[in-house]
């Protein structure tokens, strides 16, 4: 039988086979995958019905490769020629495998090679499977002034102890790689481990400016960080949007502040996640006109480091127009110095900044505080900030949120989407708002469309939010506290993940409004996007 006319028209087949593709994303998830929601199969199958699908069928099944295996086996035949311990994590040994090949590629092989590579976009380096460099070295030769894969946007690879990563990467460099992602390993390792990780980084670093020069994206998480020379050849990426840092050493303390001098001429750099330290009050050079178009900044404590840092931040890098802080794994000691230097640093970019994220943990000056901690001292800092959108603060010990710390902060962001407060038991009446006081605050929030908390009183019970089946039979709202009854009913299914409305509840709902919203809350029993941090997605479906 013939295929609908509809069929030869290119948009039309490429729609479709884009349901079997990755769904790519704005984000960058902390995977070595490329290959994240591929259908191999459905792939391979639609290759096969009719030469309308062929192609694009085709070019969907080689552009993210999870390995360089499936395309070097296009030209070669490859064999498993060793297997070799390294020493991992805890002095543990892991088993590697080296492939290699005893046969030059044909003719044939080479042009099957080259018609495939085009298609290639996106690939993973797995740790564990290492290629034999003397095959990446033959292939370039054949074709000396293009890259392997000339089409290549992404590579994904994760630091190891083998002598093959930093060789493997940098044949893979090209005029057209806009990320690359280096995972080290996940513990620290012996010093000769440490050396060899640092020498591969440090050479393909080296080779970026050259071999890569349009690179937009480069995230480094590894442990063998210790000293400036292999960082700088970064700021010669004039066209780095995205860096994302993370490191730990001791000898970072003296170097990292003169690269952040440096780093500061990039005209483009939009994104960047930087370790939280002592470095910035000791060495950072105040950078007046530095990171103009600097939007989202992500330090990360490492679980040691406290707030006191932000304050020489603060000084040394304004004015700012952050869009986007987050400030996770960070210590809290001195309250009073604490929350004074995240003032400093709020102020200092308060005219745009719209995204908060906390994720703070009790020092020991905070783990000596008896009772749990006040949470407008995590909010005073914030009540600046006119144009917040979206909060999150978690901490890992017991807070209190009383009706009177909402009071304060009552009108303070007119333009708050989502709000979410996490922390850790003893939930107790007098530790947590009441289900009036959250009305009283929604009053003042109209665009606020996701409200997570961790517990309410209801009828002067504790409730945990997410255990919440059924709301009292007595609750009720009146209609000038309800602005729109939809939005409304979000929040609360929100605040109420698994909350189901009764039949009878709606017979029982004397208030017009309060009626829409018990509806509206038994049309949508589920709450599909629950999570307890606001993410990157919840935020983009927002700002849509």
């Given at each position: 039988?013939?295929?609908?006319?509809?069929?030869?028209?290119?948009?039309?087949?490429?729609?479709?086979?884009?349901?079997?593709?990755?769904v790519r994303s704005g984000t960058l998830p902390y995977s070595c995958s490329v290959d994240v929601g591929k259908d191999w199969r459905a792939l391979v199958h639609c290759s096969l019905v009719s030469?309308?699908?062929?192609?694009?069928?085709?070019?969907?099944?080689?552009?993210e490769l999870p390995s360089l295996l499936p395309l070097l086996s296009l030209c070669l035949h490859l064999n498993k020629a060793e297997s070799f311990s390294v020493v991992g994590a805890f002095d543990t040994r892991c088993e590697e495998t080296l492939w290699r090949s005893n046969s030059a590629p044909t003719q044939r092989g080479l042009e099957?090679?080259?018609?495939?590579?085009?298609?290639?976009?996106?690939?993973?380096?797995?740790?564990?499977?290492?290629?034999?460099?003397?095959?990446?070295?033959?292939?370039?030769?054949?074709?000396?002034?293009?890259?392997?894969?000339?089409?290549?946007?992404?590579?994904?690879?994760?630091?190891?102890?083998?002598?093959?990563?930093?060789?493997?990467?940098?044949?893979?460099?090209?005029?057209?790689?806009?990320?690359?992602?280096?995972?080290?390993?996940?513990?620290p390792m012996l010093?000769?481990?440490?050396?060899?990780?640092?020498?591969?980084?440090?050479h393909i670093l080296r080779e970026l400016p050259s071999k890569a020069p349009h690179l937009q994206e480069l995230y480094i998480y590894q442990h063998a960080a210790r000293d400036a020379s292999r960082m700088m050849s970064i700021v010669q990426l004039h066209d780095l949007r995205t860096l994302r840092i993370w490191c730990q050493s001791e000898a970072r303390e003296q170097w990292f502040g003169p690269f952040m001098s440096r780093l500061a001429k990039l005209e483009h750099l939009r994104d960047h996640e930087l370790p939280l330290g002592h470095w910035i009050a000791d060495t950072l050079p105040t950078a007046i006109g530095g990171f103009p178009q600097l939007r989202k900044l992500r330090l990360d404590g490492?679980?040691?480091?406290?707030?006191?840092?932000?304050?020489?931040?603060?000084?040394?890098?304004?004015?700012?127009?952050?869009?986007?802080?987050?400030?996770?794994?960070?210590?809290?000691?001195?309250?009073?110095?604490?929350?004074?230097?995240?003032?400093?640093?709020?102020?200092?970019?308060?005219?745009?900044?719209?995204?908060?994220?906390?994720?703070?943990?009790?020092?020991?000056?905070?783990?000596?505080r008896r009772g749990p901690m006040p949470v407008f001292n995590f909010l005073r800092p914030l009540v600046q900030l006119r144009l917040l959108q979206f909060c999150d603060i978690s901490y890992s010990r017991s807070l209190t949120i009383t009706d009177d710390d909402l009071r304060k902060v009552r009108g303070a962001w007119p333009?708050?989407?989502?709000?979410?407060?996490?922390?850790?038991?003893?939930?107790?009446?007098?530790?947590?708002?009441?289900?009036?006081?959250?009305?009283?605050?929604?009053?003042?929030?109209?665009?606020?469309?996701?409200?997570?908390?961790?517990?309410?009183?209801?009828?002067?019970?504790?409730?945990?939010?997410?255990?919440?089946?059924?709301?009292?039979?007595?609750?009720?709202?009146?209609?000038?506290?309800?602005?729109?009854?939809?939005?409304?009913?979000?929040?609360?299914?929100?605040?109420?993940?698994?909350?189901?409305?009764?039949?009878?509840?709606?017979?029982?709902?004397?208030?017009?409004?309060?009626?829409?919203?018990?509806?509206?809350?038994?049309?949508?029993?589920?709450?599909?996007?629950?999570?307890y941090r606001v993410s990157d997605d919840v935020i983009a479906n927002y700002t849509q």
């Open positions: 039988m013939k295929h609908h006319r509809a069929l030869d028209v290119h948009d039309i087949v490429w729609s479709i086979l884009q349901h079997f593709g990755r030469r309308a699908f062929s192609r694009p069928a085709i070019h969907l099944l080689w552009r099957r090679f080259a018609h495939f590579a085009t298609f290639v976009e996106y690939i993973s380096i797995l740790r564990r499977e290492h290629i034999d460099p003397t095959i990446l070295i033959l292939l370039s030769q054949t074709n000396p002034d293009q890259p392997l894969l000339p089409m290549l946007r992404e590579i994904r690879c994760q630091g190891t102890v083998s002598p093959f990563l930093d060789t493997t990467v940098t044949h893979l460099l090209g005029p057209r790689l806009c990320t690359l992602l280096i995972y080290g390993n996940q513990y010093g000769a481990v440490k050396t060899h990780e640092t020498y591969a980084i440090r490492e679980s040691r480091q406290d707030m006191l840092c932000l304050r020489p931040l603060a000084r040394g890098m304004p004015p700012l127009r952050l869009e986007r802080l987050e400030v996770v794994n960070t210590v809290v000691n001195s309250f009073a110095d604490d929350y004074g230097a995240l003032e400093d640093l709020t102020s200092a970019c308060a005219d745009a900044l719209a995204i908060v994220i906390l994720g703070l943990e009790p020092g020991r000056d905070a783990l000596g333009l708050l989407k989502a709000f979410v407060l996490s922390w850790s038991r003893p939930y107790k009446a007098s530790t947590v708002p009441s289900f009036r006081g959250i009305v009283d605050f929604l009053q003042e929030a109209p665009h606020l469309m996701e409200l997570r908390l961790q517990a309410i009183t209801m009828d002067g019970e504790v409730a945990r939010c997410v255990k919440v089946n059924t709301l009292p039979s007595n609750l009720m709202v009146e209609d000038e506290h309800i602005h729109d009854p939809a939005a409304f009913a979000r929040i609360l299914r929100t605040l109420f993940p698994n909350v189901r409305v009764r039949e009878g509840a709606l017979e029982n709902a004397l208030s017009s409004k309060w009626s829409i919203v018990m509806s509206r809350l038994r049309e949508n029993p589920t709450y599909t996007h629950l999570v």
